[in-house]
Nanobody, 122 residues
Framework: QLQASGGGLVQAGGSLRLSCLASGVNFRISTMSWYRQAPGEQRELVAHITSSGTTTYADSVKGRFTISRVNARNTVYLQMNSLKPEDTAVYYC??????????????????WGQGTLVTVSS
């Protein structure tokens, strides 16, 4: 199971840090990702991090968001800086086993967190 937390209301230009605690999964070998879904929009991959620490980011968040993981805590983080109103969405963490499909496809993921709402006011 994945438990996401850290969402909230923040003004444009502000920062938030999301956390996702994993249990019952082999966290150390899992690829972990953050997706987001705004009202009326499709779920969008924001960032992902492999078991070895390789990361990728959506173009819309590059330079502003940082994904990281602490294996000893079974936790993945998403540090979000310089937030914009268009970052408003429900953010989901997800985990994927090795070789279980492309990281950029939602159907490749085995577990999803419940989502945490991020609202950025202008």
């Amino acid at each position: 199971q994945l438990q996401a937390s850290g969402g909230g209301l923040v003004q444009a230009g502000g920062s938030l840090r999301l956390s996702c605690l994993a249990s019952g999964v082999n966290f150390r070998i899992s690829t972990m990702s953050w997706y987001r879904q705004a009202p009326g929009e499709q779920r969008e991959l924001v960032a992902h991090i492999t078991s070895s620490g390789t990361t990728t980011y959506a173009d819309s968040v590059k330079g502003r968001f940082t994904i990281s993981r602490v294996n000893a805590r079974n936790t993945v983080y998403l540090q979000m800086n310089s937030l914009k109103p268009e970052d408003t969405a429900v953010y989901y963490c997800a985990s994927k086993r090795p070789y279980s499909g492309a990281y950029y496809l939602p159907q490749s993921y085995d577990y999803w967190g419940q989502g945490t709402l991020v609202t950025v006011s202008s």
